[in-house]
T-cell receptor, first 109, second 114 residues
Framework: RKEVEQDPGPFNVPEGATVAFNCTYSNSASQSFFWYRQDCRKEPKLLMSVYSSGNEDGRFTAQLNRASQYISLLIRDSKLSDSATYLCVVKEDDYKLSFGAGTTVTVRA | DVKVTQSSRYLVKRTGEKVFLECVQDMDHENMFWYRQDPGLGLRLIYFSYDVKMKEKGDIPEGYSVSREKKERFSLILESASTNQTSMYLC?????????????FGPGTRLTVL
């Protein structure tokens, strides 16, 4: 069983739409949670951390549900530049991150 | 600006060859990591290092070894390349400690083993 599971998508949405997707993780002792973004043929980069109380960064909202062991990301008012693969990432200990396989989002004009 | 560089963007090798992938970071980070990324499987950790000359196995170390002789440089070695090692290889670095979460990635090396 994978430690971090994501719906691979793709999610195809028009500009201005809202898109949301989740991931689930198996290790209840996981310490911290993140969303990374990976553009086509590029390296992953940190998008945002996910806090228990939920947090926003501009048009992006992340939520964590520890009881159900899932994390969500919501993108409001989608832009063409939001087209990317979004990786759900769980920090297992001081060193190790576990990555989901990614959810692909395509925003169309 | 934070920078992780990898020696090659694309590499083609033959089965049985010894392959060296080099990674250099200029951020004075203690931790360095090697991942491979395959479609549908995500990033999988091969090895990591938390200090010079220290190394720890990740989830899929078989067929690989690593070397960290200097803080800024972390090398991945395929002793005898096989076709199932065709993949995208990503190097990353980070600061040590529970307060530091972000890993910074290099641009990746796409390795093809024929």
């Amino acid at each position: 069983r994978k430690e971090v599971e994501q719906d691979p998508g793709p999610f195809n949405v028009p500009e201005g739409a809202t898109v949301a997707f989740n991931c689930t993780y198996s290790n209840s002792a996981s310490q911290s949670f993140f969303w990374y973004r990976q553009d086509c043929r590029k390296e992953p980069k940190l998008l945002m951390s996910v806090y228990s109380s939920g947090n926003e960064d501009g048009r992006f909202t992340a939520q964590l549900n520890r009881a159900s062991q899932y994390i969500s990301l919501l993108i409001r008012d989608s832009k063409l530049s939001d087209s990317a693969t979004y990786l759900c990432v769980v920090k297992e200990d001081d060193y190790k991150l576990s990555f989901g396989a990614g959810t692909t989002v395509t925003v169309r004009a | 600006d934070v920078k992780v560089t990898q020696s090659s963007r694309y590499l083609v090798k033959r089965t049985g060859e010894k392959v060296f992938l080099e990674c250099v970071q200029d951020m004075d980070h203690e931790n360095m990591f090697w991942y491979r990324q395959d479609p549908g499987l995500g990033l999988r950790l091969i090895y990591f290092s938390y200090d010079v000359k220290m190394k720890e196995k990740g989830d899929i170390p078989e067929g690989y070894s690593v070397s960290r002789e200097k803080k800024e440089r972390f090398s991945l070695i395929l002793e005898s390349a096989s076709t199932n090692q065709t993949s995208m290889y990503l190097c990353a670095s980070s600061l040590v400690g529970s307060s530091y979460n972000e890993q910074f990635f290099g641009p990746g090396t796409r390795l093809t083993v024929l």
